[in-house]
């Protein structure tokens, strides 16, 4: 009786131990797909070393955004998985990925402080209006991670509107205990 | 009369097998000639090789100046590269292949140039129409039962009497045409009432016990008192294109051994000639890669099915055609052929390693439409989905412009080196450079859509809408998408409520429909 209390708080903590980088993972990834718009003003015609500054992103950062969460669930798959390494993936190989009928679970899903996210079923996403009363909406896939745990693919999708969304395939890496994105690729655009 | 029936039964059960000699007859080039009983010779030739063949340049000036007193429908391609040449006695034949825009499954015609012993002549198609056809792969041949119709040229040339025809038999496990692999041929001739288009079954119908006047055992030169002029033609579906895919697609680990099957199937004939034409003089491997998925494309093998428009390079899923709204849409969007339809959509035409699949599905993103370049790295293809299509035509089309400028964009990015300067078409490298910070990609192109695309996508429109309004009418539409991304405050509040009365005046009056 005593090994079964002691394996179930062991799984409990293991389930709370990897939510926890779940959230770490999707943390970043929400940061990075939504950003409020309009953009700042573009740099003119030939100002073609022009990067936007890291103060301009930060106070954009701060902008509250009102977020509908879709609870669909993305889900994907490589071809030739077999051929190519976790990290080539990112960058080649065909990604087929798709809306499944798993439902995302609503606490997983934070971002930064400035965000406001909401999880809405399919059903009650009502695309003509849902614009009406939120910046966006965001889907977000399972996260795939390595067997080490420390590196993580992950897939969101944010539109603000009609014919203007995308959907990004992240990669991330875990160094000194520390989630990064290392790199993204887009798979989408409307 | 009872005779002739019993005749005619006669040659029924021999050509209850009736096969055609397609293309793979051809596969062995040293077989060419094919000697069959009563002394008839049936020849495969080039018209490079009959060129200096008074016969055949006498057939030809016949033809020539038959077709132009023609009244018939005479819009039809010739295959010169395989010509069946028929020597009885004196009587010579040239039956080619032809073939039409419009293919109808199952029909295919000959043209027939026929010169007598006498010194006349005369031309004339034979329209085969077939109720079965199957095809026998130990014997490179195709069995069939059908119709044929004879439609002479002009009606100089209408026979009123009874003609006759001769048909190369081989008996090869079955009966069949015969081809130039049969080693056991004869002839048989069988005989229909004339008239402006006569028509005979295969099968023949009718009293195996009955009677005819005609004489299906008079060889290729009897005549009957009803048939003065028997005419001899065997069937020719045959032409290269099935050697020029498979010269071209050999050397790829891609093309099967199914696909090749595929190809020799009649009912794929006008696909193959889509393919061929498209290979002809560029064999190039991207080439060889657009074919391969066109095949796939083609094959209706309930995978990636669909259509191809070989002209634009442009793959139509199946799920494309199938909803007539959309396909029409962007046939009226191609007809039209804007500048911007040619700019972006149309510059995968020459592009020697990127092409577009237009489908009609689910975006992950957006219930809209998308453009997804996922495949892009791999495949070479970008996928245009659109999802919604229960808005007017020019919606729809805004939407398909829309996504083929992502597509155009993802093309040229990837043709470059991104966040590099180059001198063609700069701006887009300089957004990427500045916002990638902060925004993906597709948003980025959206803030230089807003810089550059709002005119020709209002332009495009209106030219759609056959210029029925100023080109501010059409802004509305060409800022779907884009009001969220304007960088450089390029609309203003005034002017998004003007183009948006501007739409609902165009939408109220547009005679643009697709339902």
Partial sequence: MRLIYVSTIFLILLSCKSKNMDNKVYDLVINSIIQPTPPPPPPKIGENNRKISQGIIDSLNNVPLKIAVSSVLI?????????????????NGKIEYYSTNKVLANRLLFGRNSLSLEMFSEEDINVSKIYDDYDGILKVSKIRYNDN?????????????????????????????????????NLSVS | MKKSIKKLYKLGLLLIGVSLTLVNCQKDDSITETAIENKAIIKIKTFEELSNNPTFIRSMELY???????????????????????????????????YRDENTEGVFENLVIQNYASGSSETFILKYTTDELVYFNEHDSHSFKGNIEYIPLTEANMRTEVFCYTIAVCDYDYLHVAGPKCSNTWNETFCVTGGGGANSNFPPDGNPEGDSDSDPNSGIGGSTVNSPKPISSPVVTTINYYERITDCLSSSSSFTGEQELWLQHPYNFSHMRGIAGYLNDNCSEASQEFALLALEALDNDGIDDGEVDFENEIILDESFLTDEKLKCVYDKLKASNSNLF????????????????????????TNDACCDDSEITTTG???????????????IASSILHEGIHAEISRYVLLQAPYED???????????????????????????????????????????????????????YAWDGLRKWDAGELLSMTENENYTDYKQIVEANTSLSCD
């Fill in chain 2, 422 to 476: 180059v001198n063609d078409r700069p701006r887009i490298l300089e957004l990427y450079k500045y916002y990638k910070d902060l925004y993906n990609e597709g948003d980025i192109e959206h803030i230089y859509m807003t810089e550059h695309y709002i005119n020709p996508i209002a332009s495009a429109l209106r030219k759609l809408d056959s210029f029925s309004y100023p080109v501010d009418y059409y802004k509305s």
């Fill in chain 1, 75 to 91: 889900d994907f798959e490589f071809k030739n998985k077999q051929e190519l390494s976790f990290i080539d993936r990112i960058n």
């Fill in chain 2, 342 to 365: 040619k700019a972006t959509i149309g510059n995968f035409v020459n592009d020697p390693k990127l092409k577009i699949r237009i489908k009609k599905g689910n975006c992950v993103n």
């Fill in chain 1, 149 to 185: 745990k420390d590196k993580a693919l992950v897939i969101a999708a944010y539109s603000v509107g009609k014919l203007s969304g995308n959907v990004v395939l992240f990669y991330l890496e875990k160094k000194n205990n520390h989630w990064t994105i290392i790199k993204k690729r």
């Fill in chain 2, 381 to 395: 293809i970008v996928n245009l989905i659109i999802e919604d299509t229960t808005g007017s035509v020019l919606d």
């Fill in chain 2, 64 to 98: 020539k100046g038959e077709i132009k007193k023609s009244k018939s429908n005479n819009d039809y391609e010739i295959d010169y590269t395989k010509i069946k040449e028929i020597t009885y006695e004196n009587n010579v034949s040239y039956t080619f292949a032809i």
